[in-house]
């Protein structure tokens, strides 16, 4: 079908003496010239008539061919098999082995119709990145041959190795069964020729070693809490509530050829090493600046990839830095977002490789560099289609939308310290709090004329909108909000932009699962308070209005409409009792708090033991990265930057010598000389002392001690031995200088 229409639209004819200038390849280039294309798409000529059609054709042929969806089922499954699955998905009960039966076979069907021999249950351990084992379709027959099965059984469950990935103790290596269940609220799909089944991760003991896991569990969570409110409010026809998230995606692209060449790279993600280079983001002329011809092959190779399994691709652009770029997704249910965004993440990776390119997913890949997050964009839909963060037009709607935006003030204040840890990494701790990203400090941004209509309900006193309305709610009219009111605050970490709340401090490298789970947790256990008090009141208005007035009144620090960037920001932070853990190990401990395991236990997301192997396992993480990238600088400082620099030197000192001899003004050389001497001796005294202290890291045997000692040593000496190295990059000779520096990097992609 995609061969025939293109092959139709390269033969279509064209009158070139009306047309000139659309003379074009499918690619759209100009057949006689290499310029792009950029004007005329809305051309009234038969020519681009055609071409629209075609192309949106080609897109619709594409947008979802890689996807079991709801599409495909209604074709491949009988009526009946595909209502009672419709049932299990829309109601979240056990599906019979029968119906599973059935759904194994139009699902191998139709992915043998793919080209896919084999299939996988996917799903996304404490790693951080999926994982997979591939299993054959085949199956031997009594006559010697093959034929190719795939049972109900083989789709519900698999057995892959539990103990193998990280499990914070709940595991022992002996004990080596886990379980993988299929989610079917996250459509299967085919990446790589493999049919990939969305799954669930847990122990022989039914522990769950996933992010997967528990995000299911805090949206069974939110969405019963919620529910409750809303029929409150008169929804008897809504039947779910469900959370979305849209991920906006930011990565840096690299040569490969210079990639290659940098051995932090390679085994950190990240650069140990550089100086800046003349130019960086000074002049800001890369956010949403023209987008390079190899980049824009790229990105149009990867919306194609993306489009086939489904991912709804819709922005993308340069970002602030350079060779940082951003892809924007359309929000969906927060299951398949973060399934998507975990597929995303590889897609960039796998496609950059296909043009020469390597993606960095690093939080800080470059110093002095605006680094790269993954901004949550995150609210409330019920199965109606009614938003519940979007302010009404009627008193009703608004009080609504009150209750819940109260209940997320509440949540927020509360559980600083969840929010907070839910997004700290050794990556993250680069960006958070450094004038390039949302302070480490949690705080609420939501524009000035919803903080003045809070604030007029606190006081009891008329809001002097655009009309002057007495905030009694629902016993008196509530002026309508208007959405987009106010301007955006790029410095917080959670802004309410219109309809949605924006999470902003997640890390570009981590999957989204963590900060939802916490996000839904916690405010589904605010949503229950304030469901157990208006359903047990004698005057539903008054108790109402009640709620939320003390809420804003008890909950208000927490709202903060200014520069988070600025210093007088954490001063102002401080007095009002907000929490600022500025580290990954200042942030985890509050993990496994009394209070925190018992909010997760009540609102049935994770168990105590869960709770402890997550913080167990985050911390050791945090060791072990930092460890790679100390052991690292001391391989690159020892055996590149140090002899590189010393060669260098021993040039200088022979040219010395030399010029010495007959008369020569020997002043660059000698200054140079001496500038490398003593950063060279200052290199070395570092690398001495970062290699003891490694030494004595790699001695301590409790896990909260090694994060801790990272924290205090480690990584003060890694900056301590970095200091020196990059001054010798400044003066030492491009040809002596052993690896690319941040000049071909970050401008490396013509």
């Known amino acids: 079908m995609l061969f025939s229409m293109i092959f139709t639209f390269l033969q279509f004819p064209v009158d070139n003496s009306k047309y000139p200038h659309i003379?074009?390849?499918?690619?759209?280039?100009?057949?006689?010239?290499?310029?792009?294309?950029?004007?005329?798409?809305?051309?009234?000529?038969p020519f681009f008539m055609k071409r629209r059609a075609i192309m949106k054709s080609i897109v619709e042929e594409i947008f979802g061919s890689k996807v079991f969806d709801e599409s495909v089922m209604r074709e491949k499954l009988a009526k009946d098999t595909y209502r009672e699955l419709e049932k299990t998905i829309r109601d979240g009960k056990q599906l019979n082995i029968k119906i599973a039966n059935a759904v194994a076979h139009a699902m191998k069907e139709w992915a043998i119709e793919q080209g896919a021999t084999h299939y996988t249950h996917w799903f996304q351990p404490m790693t951080g990145?999926?994982?997979?084992?591939?299993?054959?379709?085949?199956?031997?027959?009594?006559?010697?041959?093959?034929?190719?099965?795939?049972?109900?059984?083989?789709?519900?469950?698999?057995?892959?190795?539990?103990?193998?990935?990280?499990?914070?103790?709940?595991?022992?290596?002996?004990?080596?069964?886990?379980?993988?269940?299929?989610?079917?609220t996250s459509y299967a799909f085919i990446k790589n020729g493999v049919l990939c089944i969305p799954t669930a991760f847990c122990s022989y003991s039914g522990h769950a070693l996933d992010k997967k896991t528990p995000l299911l569990r805090s949206m069974q969570a939110i969405n019963k809490q919620a529910l409750r409110i809303v029929k409150l409010f008169g929804h008897d026809d809504v039947h779910t509530i469900k959370t979305t998230v849209g991920p906006e995606q930011e990565y840096f692209l690299v040569d490969q050829k210079y990639y290659e060449q940098r051995k932090d790279l390679i085994y950190t993600g990240r650069t140990l090493f550089g100086a800046p280079c003349p130019k960086g983001q000074e002049l800001e002329d890369h956010y949403f600046g023209t987008i390079k011809t190899r980049v824009q092959e790229f990105m149009t190779d990867l919306n194609k990839e993306l489009w086939k399994l489904g991912i709804l691709a819709k922005t993308e652009h340069n970002e602030v830095a350079p060779a940082q770029h951003e892809l924007a997704p359309i929000f969906t249910t927060t299951n398949i977002a973060t399934d998507h965004n975990q597929l995303t993440m590889e897609l960039i990776q796998r496609v950059a490789k296909k043009h020469g390119l390597v993606a960095l997913l690093h939080e800080k890949p470059f110093e002095g560099i605006n680094g790269s997050g993954k901004h949550n964009n995150w609210s409330l839909s019920t199965d109606t289609g009614?938003?519940?963060?979007?302010?009404?037009?009627?008193?009703?709607?608004?009080?609504?939308?009150?209750?819940?935006?109260?209940?997320?003030?509440?949540?927020?204040?509360?559980?600083?310290?969840?929010?907070?840890?839910?997004?700290?990494?050794?990556?993250?701790?680069?960006?958070l709090g450094a004038n390039e990203a949302p302070p480490a400090i949690i705080l609420i941004f939501l524009g000035d004329e919803l903080t003045a209509v809070l604030q007029a309900i606190e006081a009891d006193q008329p809001y002097d909108g655009k009309e002057k309305e007495l905030m009694k709610i629902g016993a008196t009219v509530l002026p309508k909000f208007p959405k987009?009111?106010?301007?955006?605050?790029?410095?917080?970490?959670f802004a309410f932009t219109g309809n949605k709340f924006?999470?902003?401090?997640?890390?570009?490298?981590?999957?989204?699962?963590?900060?939802?789970?916490?996000?839904?947790?916690?405010?589904?256990?605010?949503?229950?308070?304030?469901?157990?008090?208006?359903?047990?009141?004698?005057?539903?208005?008054?108790?109402?209005h009640a709620l939320i007035k003390?809420?804003?009144?008890?909950?208000?620090?927490?709202?903060?409409?200014?520069?988070?960037?600025?210093?007088?920001?954490?001063?102002?932070?401080?007095?009002?009792?907000?929490?600022?853990?500025?580290?990954?190990?200042?942030?985890?401990?509050?993990?496994?708090?009394?209070?925190?395991?018992?909010l997760f236990e009540r609102q049935k997301v994770l168990s105590k033991e869960e709770v402890e192997s997550r913080y167990e396992i985050l911390m050791v993480e945090y060791e072990k990265e930092i460890n790679i990238e100390a052991l690292t600088m001391l391989d690159i400082a020892k055996k590149d930057i140090l002899p590189a620099a010393s060669k260098f030197s021993r040039e200088l000192t022979d040219t010395i010598a030399n010029k010495k001899a007959i008369g020569i003004d020997l002043t660059y050389e000698l200054e140079t000389a001496k500038k490398v001497s003593e950063a060279l001796t200052e290199a070395y005294q570092a690398m001495v002392t970062l290699e003891k202290d490694v030494e004595k890291l790699h001695a301590i045997d409790d896990v909260e001690k090694s994060a801790f000692y990272v924290r205090d040593f480690i990584i003060?000496?890694?900056?301590?031995?970095r200091k020196p190295c990059d001054e010798l990059e400044v003066v030492t000779s491009n040809e002596d200088w052993p690896f690319p520096t941040y000049g071909k990097l970050l401008f490396g992609i013509l």
């Open 23 to 45: 003379i074009m390849s499918i690619h759209g280039k100009d057949a006689n010239k290499t310029e792009e294309f950029t004007s005329c798409f809305s051309c009234p000529c």
């Open 129 to 184: 990145v999926t994982a997979e084992k591939h299993d054959g379709f085949i199956n031997p027959d009594k006559d010697g041959k093959v034929i190719m099965e795939f049972s109900g059984k083989e789709l519900i469950k698999g057995e892959p190795d539990a103990s193998s990935f990280p499990n914070g103790g709940l595991r022992a290596t002996f004990e080596a069964r886990g379980y993988t269940a299929w989610d079917p």
């Open 386 to 431: 009614l938003n519940l963060l979007e302010p009404g037009d009627t008193p009703h709607e608004n009080a609504q939308f009150l209750v819940f935006l109260a209940a997320i003030i509440k949540a927020v204040d509360e559980h600083q310290d969840l929010l907070r840890l839910s997004v700290a990494t050794a990556g993250n701790d680069h960006r």
């Open 484 to 493: 987009d009111s106010t301007d955006r605050n790029r410095t917080s970490p």
């Open 502 to 544: 924006e999470f902003r401090m997640p890390g570009s490298n981590s999957s989204i699962a963590g900060c939802n789970i916490v996000l839904n947790t916690v405010i589904a256990d605010e949503l229950e308070k304030s469901a157990n008090i208006l359903e047990g009141a004698d005057d539903f208005e008054t108790t109402l």
């Open 550 to 598: 003390d809420t804003i009144k008890n909950h208000k620090r927490i709202i903060f409409n200014g520069n988070g960037y600025d210093d007088s920001w954490i001063e102002e932070a401080e007095k009002r009792g907000l929490l600022n853990l500025k580290t990954t190990p200042d942030a985890l401990p509050y993990f496994k708090t009394e209070e925190n395991i018992e």
């Open 716 to 721: 003060q000496d890694m900056a301590a031995l």
